[in-house]
Structures are given as structure tokens and as C-alpha cells.
T-cell receptor, first 117, second 115 residues
């Protein structure tokens, strides 16, 4: 069975600080996909990144970066120079790579990030 | 209007009421999903429709009844709910269900309170 753990339920930082959100996953599949979604106060989840299990290259997109390490089953998300607009709940998610699994995402419990001015 | 739209945004209902949640997507997608987000559990997938056909029912109680009349509209009919059903119900869509694990596009949800 798949499982995603986000041990940090809530993080509070001051603007311009760097912050890392942890994500640890469990799966028996060799092919799988990892995702991060952001849920701002308006409610809708917004896709941030998708990474497949064969691509361990770290990725950077502006102030966002992701560190995927299969050896530790982790897919951590770092925000550099955080801003108040980054305040949201962030979800890590996992799906199997089999075609018939489709978009069956298993979500972690989410990490609420509060960035104070 | 673009994206995924859910109505109503907020709903309060008694345990004997019957109500419906509506979701509409303007993205031309063929797969639609209902998720439940409660305070005590991670986001849970409830139902999946692919090309109007239900492909997944994640052991959801029969008091929740989905309906997908076409690829753009998805309903969740509610009857005789329990207080523990109070949650944020999120609708999502994707170009298709199976294949390359595409990203989901979410609506803003309906915050449901069952009294």
C-alpha cells in the first residue's frame, strides 16, 4: 500500500527566510510519480510539480526547489526567500505508474506554512 | 469563465436533508474526480469518472451518490448525511484518467457542514 507522510503539520517563518517542507513516501512500485500541490486560503489545490521515479535530478523553479532522493524515499520542497503570498497548505502526493492506476493520488496530511511579514 | 467551478461554496444541511454539489469544468477534460478533505484525515479520493463512466468508487457510503451527465459536469448528491461527513469537498479534472499521471486541476471546493 502507498503512504505519504508529511511530518510537519505547521511551520511558521518570517518573510525572507528559507523553509523546507518534508515529504516521505512508501510504495512497492518501481515506477511511480510524486507531486506537490499548494492550497491557498481560497481552497483550490494548485499543481506545482510532478516527478517520476526514474528522474532523480533536483529541480529549481524560481524560488522553489525540489530534492528527490530515492535512497531515503523523500521528496522535499524548499522555498527560498519566503514571501507572505507563500502562506498556504502544501500537499505532497504519490501515484503508481501503472496505466490503470491513472491519477489515483495518495496525499500526505499537508503542511500549513505561515509566512509572517 | 475558465477552470473548475464548484457551487455552492458553503452548504449547511441537516441530517435529513437532500442536497447536491455541482462541479463544472471548462477545460475540455474527460476525467473528473470528487475528493473529500476533512480536518482529521488526508485528502481522500471518493469517485472518478472517465468519459462519463464511473471508474472508481473508493468504498464511499451510499449516502453519497455521484452523477456525471457529461464530461463537463459532475454532481454529488447527498442524503441522510452524518455530522462526520462535514468536510471540504473538492472537485478536480484532468485530460484523461489513465496514462501518464497527469496533473489535476481543482476547484475551490464546497465547505459542507452537517448539523
Amino acid at each position: 500500500a502507498q503512504k505519504v507522510t508529511q511530518a510537519q503539520t505547521e511551520i511558521s517563518v518570517v518573510e525572507k527566510e528559507d523553509v523546507t517542507l518534508d515529504c516521505v513516501y512508501e510504495t512497492r512500485d518501481t515506477t511511480y510519480y510524486l507531486f506537490w500541490y499548494k492550497q491557498p486560503p481560497s481552497g483550490e489545490l494548485v499543481f506545482l510539480i510532478r516527478r517520476n521515479s526514474f528522474d532523480e535530478q533536483n529541480e529549481i523553479s524560481g524560488r522553489y526547489s525540489w530534492n528527490f532522493q530515492k535512497s531515503t524515499s523523500s521528496f522535499n520542497f524548499t522555498i527560498t526567500a519566503s514571501q507572505v503570498v507563500d502562506s498556504a497548505v502544501y500537499f505532497c502526493a504519490l501515484s503508481e505508474g501503472r496505466n490503470n492506476a491513472g491519477n489515483m493520488l495518495t496525499f500526505g496530511g499537508g503542511t500549513r506554512l505561515m509566512v509572517k511579514p | 469563465e475558465t477552470g473548475v467551478t464548484q457551487t455552492p461554496r458553503h452548504l449547511v444541511m441537516g441530517m435529513t436533508n437532500k442536497k447536491s454539489l455541482k462541479c463544472e469544468q471548462h477545460l475540455g477534460h474527460n476525467a473528473m474526480y470528487w475528493y473529500k478533505q476533512s480536518a482529521k484525515k488526508p485528502l481522500e479520493l471518493m469517485f472518478v469518472y472517465n468519459f462519463k463512466e464511473q471508474t472508481e468508487n473508493n468504498s464511499v457510503p451510499s449516502r453519497f451518490s455521484p452523477e456525471c451527465p457529461n464530461s463537463s459536469h459532475l454532481f454529488l448528491h447527498l442524503h441522510t448525511l452524518q455530522p462526520e461527513d462535514s468536510a471540504l469537498y473538492l472537485c478536480a479534472s484532468s485530460p484523461k484518467f489513465a496514462g501518464i499521471n497527469e496533473k489535476l486541476f481543482f476547484g475551490s471546493g464546497t465547505q459542507l457542514s452537517v448539523l
